[in-house]
C-alpha cells in the first residue's frame, strides 16, 4: 500500500492552524498513525487509529479520515511543532509509511 | 520509564555482515512485537522487520529479506537484527520500536522508539 502525502513542505507561523494530508492507495480502514520527527531525533506517536491521540500529546493534534483519506490537523502552531510528520499505514503487510511532510517556519 | 537502546551500527563493507541489538527496559518485554525502521540520510522512514512477542512469525520488508534475520532474546530483554549481504543502499540509521499492542502479537503500531544507530555500507 503506498502511502502520499501532501504537501511536502509547509511554511506556516505560530498561531496558524494547518492540515497535512495523508492518502493511501487502498482501503486501509481506519489504521493509520500519524507521527512527529525532529532533526536528529526518533519519530514520535501522536495520533493512532486515524484519530486516536496518543498520551500525553497535547490537544492541538487532531486526525481524522478512514478509508483512503486522512488528514492531521494541528490548531494553533507553537514553536515545538517545526518538525517533520509521517503517515503509517498498519493495516497489512508491508508497513509503510508516507514520504514526510516538512514543517517550516515562515 | 520505557527505554530502547539501540547498538552495533558501524561502517561495513558491501557483502559484509553486521547484527545490530536493542536492550529494552521499562516494560515487560516479551509481553510486545518489536520492529526495526531504518532512515537513510535525509530520507523518509522504511518499516525493514518486525517479531512477535513470543518471537515466533517474523516479518520482512521485500527489500531486506533473505538478507536480514531478527530475533531476539527475552531472557536478556534483547533484539536483533543480522544484517548480511549489506548493499551501500542499506546505509541508514537503524531504529529499534516497541509495538503498541498488549497482546504480543504484531500490529505495526510504535509507541516507542530507540535513539538510533548509524550502519553505513560503503568501500
Known amino acids: 500500500i503506498q502511502m502520499t502525502q501532501s504537501p511536502s513542505t509547509l511554511s506556516a507561523s505560530v498561531g496558524d492552524r494547518l492540515t497535512i494530508t495523508c492518502r493511501a492507495s487502498q482501503s486501509v480502514s481506519g489504521w493509520l498513525a500519524w507521527y512527529q520527527q525532529t532533526p536528529g531525533k526518533a519519530p514520535k506517536l501522536l495520533i493512532y487509529?486515524?484519530?486516536s491521540l496518543e498520551s500525553g500529546v497535547p490537544s492541538r493534534f487532531s486526525g481524522s479520515g478512514s478509508g483512503t483519506e486522512f488528514t492531521l490537523t494541528i490548531s494553533s502552531l507553537q514553536p515545538d511543532d517545526f518538525a517533520t510528520y509521517y503517515c503509517?499505514?498498519?493495516?497489512?503487510?508491508?508497513?509503510?509509511f508516507g514520504q514526510g511532510t516538512k514543517l517550516e517556519i515562515k | 520509564e520505557v527505554q530502547l537502546l539501540g547498538s552495533g551500527g558501524d561502517l561495513v563493507q558491501p557483502g559484509g555482515s553486521l547484527r545490530l541489538s536493542c536492550a529494552a527496559s521499562?516494560?515487560?518485554?516479551?509481553?510486545?512485537?518489536m520492529s526495526w525502521v531504518r532512515q537513510a540520510p535525509g530520507k523518509g522512514l522504511e518499516w525493514v522487520s518486525g517479531i512477535s512477542g513470543s518471537g515466533g512469525s517474523p516479518y520482512y520488508a521485500d527489500s531486506v529479506k533473505g538478507r536480514f534475520t531478527i530475533s531476539r532474546d527475552n531472557s536478556q530483554n534483547t533484539l536483533y537484527l543480522q544484517m548480511n549481504s549489506l548493499r551501500a543502499d542499506d546505509t541508514a540509521v537503524y531504529y529499534c520500536?516497541?509495538?503498541?499492542?498488549?497482546?504480543?502479537?504484531?500490529?505495526?503500531?510504535?509507541?516507542?522508539w530507540g535513539q538510533g544507530t548509524l550502519v553505513t555500507v560503503s568501500s
Open positions: 503509517q499505514q498498519y493495516h497489512s503487510y508491508p508497513y509503510t
Open positions: 487509529k486515524a484519530s
Open positions: 521499562g516494560f515487560t518485554f516479551s509481553s510486545y512485537a
Open positions: 520500536a516497541k509495538d503498541a499492542e498488549t497482546s504480543g502479537s504484531f500490529w505495526a503500531l510504535f509507541d516507542y
